[in-house]
Nanobody, 127 residues
Framework: EVQLVESGGGLVQAGGSLRLSCEVS????????VAWFRQAPGREREGVVC????????YYADFVLGRFTLSMDNSKNMVYLQMNNLTPEDTAVYYC????????????????????WGQGTQVTVSS
């Protein structure tokens, strides 16, 4: 069974940086998509970034382009989200997600397509 455990959230001032980590275990999919979603209070979950397949392209939401970077360390089964130049609008619970099917540029940000979710980590950006 796939398990995803996020860490690295916290409180940061606007303009600051955080790096979220996601430890992945139990993943036996040959090809898979891994992504970060977030959910702010009173808002729906939204896709932040997705690596569409094990060797495929990475898709970023427009609102994080140039500020956030997804990376993976397969030797450690870790997924990272480096977040720079944070703003109060980035305040949300951030979720690491994985699915056993690859994703493309049209559906990567559809939360209902992902079967495996972590418990989330809170990111709060103060002004």
């Amino acid at each position: 069974e796939v398990q995803l455990v996020e860490s690295g959230g916290g409180l940061v001032q606007a303009g600051g940086s955080l790096r979220l980590s996601c430890e992945v275990s139990g993943n036996s999919y040959h090809d898979y998509a891994v992504a970060w979603f977030r959910q702010a209070p009173g808002r729906e979950r939204e896709g932040v970034v997705c690596m569409g397949s094990t060797d495929g392209p990475t898709y970023y939401a427009d609102f994080v382009l140039g500020r956030f970077t997804l990376s993976m360390d397969n030797s450690k089964n870790m997924v990272y989200l480096q977040m720079n130049n944070l703003t109060p609008e980035d305040t949300a619970v951030y979720y690491c997600v994985l699915d056993g099917f690859s994703r493309n540029g049209y559906d990567w940000d559809d939360a209902d397509q992902y079967d495996h979710w972590g418990q989330g980590t809170q990111v709060t950006v103060s002004s």
